[in-house]
């Protein structure tokens, strides 16, 4: 089915071909997310996390070409799933698993194989959702995004050389972000028109003082963006719920 309702044929569809450029970029977060894991397994943990961060812009990227040049597919959007499973799946639960899992030993790789199998479940319940939910919001946390939580982490604490507090603190992070992804705490999904629209020109400055920031410390400031971004999620559910059991006891 399409968005607008009407079955598509997928032999047909192949037959006349497919869309090269979306396509190429969804290639190109594949291709990242695999030299991620070659870099995982030759021990370079921080070039690892860097390739699965291009590898999420790559992911962006592919979807908002499709939108504006009109060339959204079927094709495009299994194969788009497919890529994002082993870039932000795969990729990040071998990196958490090599970096700081493997002294856990069963615990370690289960955990790992956690992360995975959820991001699996969210990309899955995704593509069965993508027509009937609200798309300024994402139900769970997106796949992506828990990928490059990860990433960021993985800089950050390379960064500070905290060696030592890596393997409980990469553990718990990693429970906590394959629950999010499987629940049904909801994400600001920078999908809302009204973002590419004339804006104030207040907001222009905040974007240029923030490209600032991050340019003089990356580091910290994508690890504090992805969490705040991580936490945004069941805060906000935190904050609505009263507001939201009102409207319960109304319908009632």
Same mark, same amino acid.
């Given at each position: 089915?399409?968005?607008?309702?009407?079955?598509? &044929?997928?032999?047909? +569809?192949?037959?006349?071909?497919?869309?090269?450029?979306?396509? !190429?970029?969804?290639?190109?977060?594949?291709?990242?997310?695999?030299y991620s894991m070659v870099s995982t397994m030759n021990g370079d943990y921080r070039n690892a996390a860097i390739w699965i961060l291009v590898s999420s812009i790559f992911d962006g990227l592919d979807g908002k070409v499709a939108r504006l040049t009109g060339t959204s597919s079927k094709f495009g959007v299994e194969y788009d799933s497919l890529a994002d499973l082993v870039a932000f799946g795969v990729a990040p639960g071998l990196l958490m698993f090599r970096w700081a899992l493997l002294?856990?030993?069963?615990? +370690?790789?289960?955990?790992?194989?956690?992360?995975?199998?959820?991001?699996?479940?969210?990309?899955?319940?995704?593509?069965?959702?993508?027509?009937?939910?609200?798309?300024?919001?994402?139900?769970?946390?997106?796949?992506?995004?828990?990928?490059?939580?990860?990433?960021?982490?993985? !800089?950050?604490?390379?960064?500070?050389?905290? &060696?030592? *507090?890596?393997?409980?603190?990469?553990?718990?992070?990693?429970?906590?972000?394959?629950? !999010?992804?499987?629940?049904?705490?909801?994400?600001?999904?920078?999908?809302?028109?009204?973002?590419?629209?004339?804006?104030?020109?207040?907001?222009? %400055?905040?974007?240029? !003082?923030?490209?600032?920031?991050?340019?003089?410390?990356? %580091? %910290?400031?994508?690890?504090?963006?992805?969490?705040? *971004?991580?936490?945004?999620?069941?805060?906000?559910?935190?904050?609505?719920?009263?507001?939201?059991?009102?409207?319960?006891?109304? %319908?009632?």
């Amino acid at each position: 089915m399409n968005m607008n309702g009407e079955k598509i &044929d997928m032999s047909e +569809g192949m037959r006349k071909g497919i869309y090269i450029l979306p396509n !190429l970029f969804t290639t190109g977060s594949l291709f990242a997310g695999f030299y991620s894991m070659v870099s995982t397994m030759n021990g370079d943990y921080r070039n690892a996390a860097i390739w699965i961060l291009v590898s999420s812009i790559f992911d962006g990227l592919d979807g908002k070409v499709a939108r504006l040049t009109g060339t959204s597919s079927k094709f495009g959007v299994e194969y788009d799933s497919l890529a994002d499973l082993v870039a932000f799946g795969v990729a990040p639960g071998l990196l958490m698993f090599r970096w700081a899992l493997l002294p856990f030993g069963r615990l +370690g790789w289960l955990a790992a194989f956690l992360f995975v199998v959820c991001g699996a479940l969210r990309l899955a319940r995704f593509n069965v959702q993508v027509n009937t939910v609200e798309s300024k919001r994402f139900v769970g946390l997106p796949i992506p995004a828990a990928a490059s939580m990860v990433s960021a982490t993985v !800089l950050f604490f390379l960064h500070f050389q905290w &060696d030592s *507090y890596k393997k409980p603190a990469i553990l718990i992070l990693i429970y906590f972000l394959a629950f !999010l992804m499987v629940s049904s705490v909801r994400y600001y999904s920078f999908k809302d028109p009204e973002l590419i629209k004339r804006q104030p020109f207040a907001f222009l %400055v905040l974007a240029v !003082l923030l490209l600032i920031i991050i340019a003089a410390e990356p %580091v %910290v400031m994508l690890f504090v963006l992805f969490c705040c *971004y991580t936490m945004s999620g069941p805060i906000g559910s935190i904050v609505n719920y009263p507001r939201r059991r009102k409207q319960e006891a109304a %319908v009632k």
